[in-house]
């Protein structure tokens, strides 16, 4: 078995710091979606249970609105870090490396362009809301604590690109995500390759 005589590559405090910020930012972004999804199942399931031999759940459809926003903006950003956001990855793929980074620095700044206008323009919508005092109906909560999450995940998804591009222009290889190098990359839970 032949060894690899290059020596080990130092990585600087910067890295360490980027590393150890994304591991904590995925974790966060994962806790919430696993529970996300899990409670709008089981409000959805005991719903349909109270419907049908009681009464419904006066504040379902509110709670549930809020986990599905809460779900779907977080999701975008864990979306773009992870490279599992739509993209035309049968060109890049037939592009030669050079010409695939440049179109993934491309995609990724106009990407980053949109997703910062939609949080300009959702941070406004929020702090319209704000001003208006309006209440949900079932939980009498105010309604712009649900769109709190809207220009966060906006605002998230365009650092991510923004990572992206960094990370494109750092790196020989092209990267379709700041975390995930290939498209066909194995991913690993718990230990095991899928």
Known sequence: MQTDSRPP???GPLRKLNRAIGKVVNAIE????????AALGMLLITNVIARTFFQSIYFAEELSMFLVMLTTFTGVSYGVRKARHIRMGAFLDAMPPKMEKVFIIIISLVSAVVM???AWASWEYLLNAMTKGHMTPA???PKWTFYVIIP???????IQYIRTILKNLIEKEPW??????SE???EQIGGTQI
């Not at 994962?30 to 999804?37: A, G, M, S, T």
């Not at 966060?152 to 365009?158: D, K, P, V």
């Open 9 to 11: 590559v130092k990585i």
């Open 30 to 37: 994962v806790v919430i979606l696993v529970f996300c999804v």
């Open 116 to 118: 910062a206008i939609m």
């Open 139 to 141: 939980l009498r909560m």
């Open 152 to 158: 966060i995940g906006f605002g998230l998804a365009c």
């Open 176 to 181: 379709q995500s700041p975390d995930q190098q």
């Open 184 to 186: 066909y990359e194995d």
